[in-house]
């Protein structure tokens, strides 16, 4: 299927093999208050991330709810204005760089954005949903934009029919696969994906993750995957990324991370996986975090995860731990890792 | 037999748009029991969503229930009035919805609209309302949740809005909870004591749940039976164990094979079901899946397969099962 859609960019470029490069980012959301509606305070979302994404890769984040993955996808992209930091695109550091190349570049990064309900314009119909971008960077004919809007609902597995029709006669998942459509329809180089497949059943979910591998593959699509469905994850991605209050808190392949993971985040975070199977669900041991879930406002001190860290020695509450390399291409920050 | 808690009879809900008439729930029949989990898992266009929209009675114009009962308590909630709707709707049966953003209003703090809710139904003052919306946003794991109290939709994350919309429907202690995808927004951590919670609630107040997931993984650990959606229609119904062990539908045994397991290499393919789903609007004659079935006869093209009892307590809608 995805055989057909034209590659835009005869990779000319003979860059390095790093597309993606993020150094010490941060977005700090400020809180206002009083009367004056000064900055009191601010919520940390990201706090300080460093990332690389190689050409071609499909890079895991997973992490807590409210751990600020959404929010490091969309400053990836530019969409959130980072509070510090830089984010190197092929080169070019987008957070320097003016806002006319920006824009330029925009139609090479895409976001497929977590909440396919409000991400969609509900006034639109769904063909113009999908061309909308086409037509922002004066891409094709109104013919030829037709045309690969067919094209994209079919590969997405919609009816192209339907290109008339509205978001909210699409159920969730199939709004969830009009972002996709959306997001494909430029030929993007970079797609954050934003829990792509969340609201979509098995199935369609093996048909999109076959689809991205497939385009990954064709035109060497690179990924940012964010999901909370750990075994999708560990599907498609290589390497995987643990977040945790608006740090990584470990990184290595997905066969490290998954088979010995080094943080008690990502332990935790494994045990709690559902497993589809009623008798294994029965049995299994699961680790229940206790204690409170810390606030992006007030950080812990030492150690973020330290108040809920059934291992957290002295050391843990005064010092914060350096992500370092605990097994080899395996890092993670914790002064007692492993099981 | 002892009355069900709810029972929905030969459900029918279309919509009729320029286009045609969408046949979004065609003869849906299920029961729930009080206490009991109900799952209901099936391809995404199913009718799922609309399915529970149709128990609330939340159906707007061009859609219809067009047939059959919902009876609440013995009580049709198809024929209910607009002031008796307005009594147990939020209350004694209460709703999860698919999508957050559209049930939350961005205009209003979410504490506003936790304490609006129980100030209705528990017939609370103010302050004991924002005392009560503070402690379901600490269960469900919201930090700092009396300064939130004060913060609107837009300033939460995805699962924290998820879990606004939770805490919202569980605050009345509903006899009823209708959860839509309630946790597809959560990692799996909170995702476990969200379950936990609901769970709670079956145990403490013999709150009967109907579970509407796509996580295979959710049902199994949380559902005692499971109900299986195809093109409108129930294809199969299944105490949990005999599902995930003896699926009797083809339809239920390509979804389970199309599970990503941690043992498979990364990468490798993934089984899709190959085709389509049928448009609702022109349904083929015969079974709906026949188009995408390996098992399909030319009596599955002609004839459509009724929902029978193939073995204990479970029932599905094929010629060939198993
Ligand atoms: N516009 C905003 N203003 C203030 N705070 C914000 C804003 N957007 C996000 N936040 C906060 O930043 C933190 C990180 O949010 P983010 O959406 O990145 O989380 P996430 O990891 O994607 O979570 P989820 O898995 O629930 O989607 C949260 O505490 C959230 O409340
Ligand atoms: N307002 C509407 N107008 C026309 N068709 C509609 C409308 N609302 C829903 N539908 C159609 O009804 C069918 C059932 O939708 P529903 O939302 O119940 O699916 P679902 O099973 O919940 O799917 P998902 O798992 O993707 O959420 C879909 O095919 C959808 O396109
Ligand atoms: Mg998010
Ligand atoms: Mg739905």
């Not at chain 2, 709810?6 to 009080?34: I, M, P």
Request: hydrophobic content about 40%; glycine content about 8%; overall charge neutral.
């Amino acid at each position: 299927m995805a055989a057909e859609i034209a590659q835009p960019y005869p990779s000319a470029e003979v860059a390095s093999d790093t597309l993606v490069d993020v150094r010490n980012l941060k977005v700090h959301f400020p809180i206002r208050g009083g009367l004056l509606g000064r900055t009191v305070a601010s919520v940390k979302a990201v706090d300080g991330v460093d990332l690389t994404i190689k050409r071609g890769e499909t890079l895991g984040l997973v992490g807590e709810s409210g751990c600020g993955k959404s929010t490091l996808g969309r400053a990836v992209l530019q969409l959130v204005k980072p509070t510090d930091g830089s984010v190197i695109f092929e080169g070019t550091d987008l957070t320097r760089t003016s806002y006319g190349t920006l824009r330029r570049m925009r139609a090479d990064m895409q976001m497929i954005f977590q909440d396919p309900f409000s991400s969609l314009d509900p006034r639109f119909t769904v063909g113009r949903i999908i061309s909308e971008p086409m037509v922002n960077f004066g891409r094709g004919t109104s013919q030829e934009r037709e045309a690969r809007v067919k094209e994209l609902l079919q590969v997405v597995g919609l009816n192209p029919a339907w290109v008339h029709r509205y978001p909210h006669e699409f159920s969730g998942g199939q709004r969830q696969r009009i972002g996709i459509a959306r997001a494909l329809a430029l030929n993007p180089k970079f797609i954050v994906a934003d829990e792509p497949i969340s609201a979509l059943d098995v199935s369609i979910q093996a048909q999109v993750l076959n689809l991205l591998a497939d385009l990954r593959d064709q035109f060497n699509l690179t990924y940012l995957f964010i999901a909370h469905n750990l075994s999708a994850v560990k599907h498609v991605s290589k390497r995987v990324a643990v977040m945790y209050l608006g740090h990584i808190v470990e990184l290595g392949s997905g066969d490290d991370v998954y088979a010995n993971p080094q943080h008690p985040y990502t332990i935790a975070l494994l045990s709690a996986s559902p497993i589809p199977d009623p008798e294994l669900e029965l049995t299994r041991k699961r680790i229940i975090l206790t204690g409170d879930v810390p606030s992006p406002v007030n950080p812990p001190s030492g150690c973020p995860f330290h108040p809920r860290c059934w291992k957290a020695q002295a050391i843990c509450r005064e010092v914060a731990p350096p992500l370092e390399e605990k097994r080899p291409n395996q890092i993670a920050a914790c002064h007692f890792p492993g099981a | 037999m002892t009355e069900k808690l709810l029972e929905v009879q030969n459900l029918r809900t279309h919509f009729f748009t320029r286009t045609g008439v969408v046949k979004a729930v065609e003869d849906v029949s299920f029961y729930l029991e009080e206490g009991e989990t109900l799952g209901v898992v099936g391809e995404s266009g199913s009718g799922k969503s609309v399915t529970s929209l149709s128990i609330m009675r939340l159906i707007d114009k061009p859609g219809k229930i067009v047939g059959g009962k919902i009876l609440f308590k013995g009580e049709d909630i198809a024929e209910m009035d607009e002031d008796r709707l307005l009594q147990i709707r939020g209350g004694k049966i209460a709703m999860i919805f698919q999508d957050p953003m559209t049930s939350l209003n961005p205009v209003l703090t979410v504490g506003f609209q936790i304490a609006e809710a129980v100030k209705t139904h528990l017939k609370l003052d103010d302050k004991a309302a924002m005392n009560r919306a503070a402690e379901m946003l600490e269960r469900v794991r919201i930090p700092e949740a009396r300064r939130r109290l004060n913060h609107y939709p837009h300033e939460f994350s995805g699962g924290m809005r998820q879990r606004v919309m939770i805490a919202i429907a569980l605050s009345c202690n509903p006899q009823l909870l209708i959860a839509d995808e309630p946790t597809t927004a959560l990692d799996v951590t909170i995702q476990a004591q969200v379950l936990e919670l609901i769970k709670g609630l079956s145990k403490e107040f013999r709150t009967a749940t109907l579970l509407i997931t796509h996580d295979l993984g959710v049902v199994a650990g949380t559902c005692d039976r499971v109900v299986v959606m195809y093109a409108g229609r129930v294809v199969e119904s299944a105490p949990t164990h005999t599902l995930f062990k003896k699926p009797a539908h083809p339809y239920t045994q390509a979804l389970l094979q199309a599970i990503p397991r941690p043992d498979e290499p990364p990468g490798s393919r993934l089984h899709a079901i190959s085709g389509q789903p049928p448009s609702l609007i022109n349904l083929p004659a015969g079974c709906p899946f026949a188009p995408r079935c390996v098992k399909a006869q030319a009596r599955c093209r002609q004839e459509l397969p009724p929902l029978e009892t193939k073995g204990a307590g479970q029932m599905a809608a094929c010629f060939y099962p198993y």
